[in-house]
């Protein structure tokens, strides 16, 4: 059975910074390129950010620069570094693994 499970999702401040990590089980991880998406409250989901296997990053337009995807095959986790948080970074954020699976997502909030 396949699982993804998000954590590190919180209440921070504008300027904050936080890590969201997505343990992966029940698929040979190191094979996929893995990614993050995030749902704002009435707005469509949208892909964060995604990385290959060998570590080719890429990043929605408006994130560049603040968050950084990484992966750790030796513990099938997949991990997000927000830096410089904003207000319109306040999102359920969600890992994905081709084979449209889907963690349950961990709420982002970012407010002073």
């Known amino acids: 059975q396949v699982q993804l499970v998000e954590s590190g999702g919180g209440l921070v401040q504008p300027g904050e910074s936080l890590r969201l990590s997505c343990s992966v089980s029940g698929i040979d991880f190191s094979v996929f390129a893995m990614r993050w998406y995030r749902q704002a409250p009435g707005k469509q989901r949208e892909l964060v950010a995604t990385?290959?296997?060998?570590?080719?990053?890429n990043y929605l337009d408006s994130i560049k620069g603040r968050f950084t995807i990484s992966r750790d095959n030796a513990k099938n986790t997949v991990y997000l570094q927000m830096s410089a948080l904003k207000p319109e970074d306040t999102a359920v954020y969600y890992c994905?693994?081709?084979?449209?699976?889907w963690g349950k997502g961990t709420l982002v909030t970012v407010s002073s």
């Open positions: 994905y693994a081709p084979g449209n699976y």
């Open positions: 990385i290959a296997t060998g570590g080719t990053t």
